[in-house]
C-alpha cells in the first residue's frame, strides 16, 4: 500500500480569548501557517493540489468557503482549491485523515490539511446561538434525535461531568492535572520545546495562555460549571485564537520535490458512540486503532489526547493503563488552548517535534469530538 508522508507540521501560538490574536480575522491566521509551511519547506506553492481546513464555528467571519479564503489571504496561488470541513474538535485532524487518505490512495501528491479559529471573533456555538435568537429554525437536533436518546439537548459539559462520574475521579485529581498541564507547558516554554514548531504573529511567540504561576490553591478555588459538579474552567481547556498546518505528500512527491519528511502516517481511524456521554470514545477508539495498527500500546512512545476537560485525558490514562509521563508531555490545552478546528493539526505538530526531540519511533494522538466520535492518527518518525 501506498504511504503518506509529513514533511513539517507548524502552529501560531495559541492566543487568549480578547489577547494578543483578537484583533486578526480568522483567514488571516491561517494564511501565516500557510505560508510559513511553504516557506519552511521549499516548495513550490504552486504544485499543492488541495488545502483541506478544520473550522468549527462556520458562520460569520469564518464562513462562506472560510478554507478557500485562508488560501486567498496567503501568497499561495489562486490556482490552489481548499475545502472547509466540521468534525467538530477533531476538524483539522480529519482533514489530515483526509489528506493522507488523497495520497495513499494516489489521487493526490501534494495536500495541505490545516485548521484556524478565532474563538474570540466568532464564538464557540455563535452559529447555534444566532439563529435561536433570530427565532429561525429549531436548532441542529430535530425532536426525532432528542426524543432517540430521551434527552432536551446534548451538551459536552454534562458529557464531561458523566465521564468524572463513570471514571470515579474526583474535583481533586483533576485540578491537580490541571496544574500538571500548566507546569509542563512553562517548562516547555522555557527550555524551547516549542520552537520548531511555533510560527510568530506579530509579537506573539509564545502560547499566551500558559500560567507558569499557577497554583492548586488558585485552580480549586474556581466554582464548578454546574452545582454540585466537578468540572470548572480551570479544569477544562482554555478559549483561544490559533492556527496550525501540516503538509502530507506521497513517496513520489518526495522524490520530485526533493523533500524531507519527518513521519509517516501509519494509521488512520475514526468512531464513533454514545453522543450523550459524548466525550468518552477516545478510550474504544484507541484500542480499535492499535489493533488496526497491529501494534500494541506498549509500542507507542508518547500520546497526545486533546484536554478538552481534564477528566477526559485522565478517563483514558485509567482505560489503557498508560504511564502518565508519556501523556501530553508538553502541557495540553488546559494550558495551552483549544482553538477548535485547529486542534487537530495544532496536537500533530506538538506530537511530531516531541517525538524528535526524544527519538520516539511511534506516537498516537486521539480528542473527543461532538456527537460521540473520535478520531486517532498513529505516526511513524522517520530518520531518527
Known sequence: MAHAYIVDALRTPGGRRKGALAGAHAADLGAIVLDALVTRTGLDPAVIEDVIVGCVSQVGEQAFAFGRNMVLASSLPVSVPAVTIDRQCGSSQQALHFAAQ?????????????????????????????????????????????????????????GAQMVADKYGLTREAMDAYALQSHKRAAVATAVGAFNDEIVPVGTLAHDEGIRADASIEGIAGVKPIAEGGTITAANASQI??????????????????????????????????????????????????LKRAGLSIDDIDLFEVNEAFAAIPLAWLKATGVDPAQLNVNGGAIALGHPLGASGTKLMATLIHALKARGGRYGLQTMCEGGGMANVTIVEMLNR
Open 240 to 289: 483561544t485564537d490559533g492556527a496550525s498546518a501540516t503538509l502530507i505528500v506521497s513517496e513520489a512527491a518526495l522524490k520530485t520535490y526533493g523533500l524531507t519528511p519527518l513521519a509517516r502516517v501509519h494509521t488512520l481511524t475514526v468512531s464513533a458512540g454514545d453522543p450523550v456521554i459524548m466525550l468518552e470514545e477516545p478510550i474504544p477508539a484507541t484500542f480499535k486503532a
Open 102 to 158: 488523497a495520497s495513499m490512495s494516489g489521487t493526490q501528491d501534494v495536500v495541505i490539511a490545516a485548521g484556524a479559529e478565532s474563538m474570540t471573533r466568532v464564538p464557540m456555538g455563535s452559529n447555534v446561538r444566532l439563529y435561536a435568537e433570530a427565532g429561525l429554525g429549531k436548532g441542529p437536533w430535530s425532536q426525532a434525535i432528542l426524543d432517540r436518546f430521551e434527552v432536551a439537548e446534548f451538551s459536552q459539559f454534562k
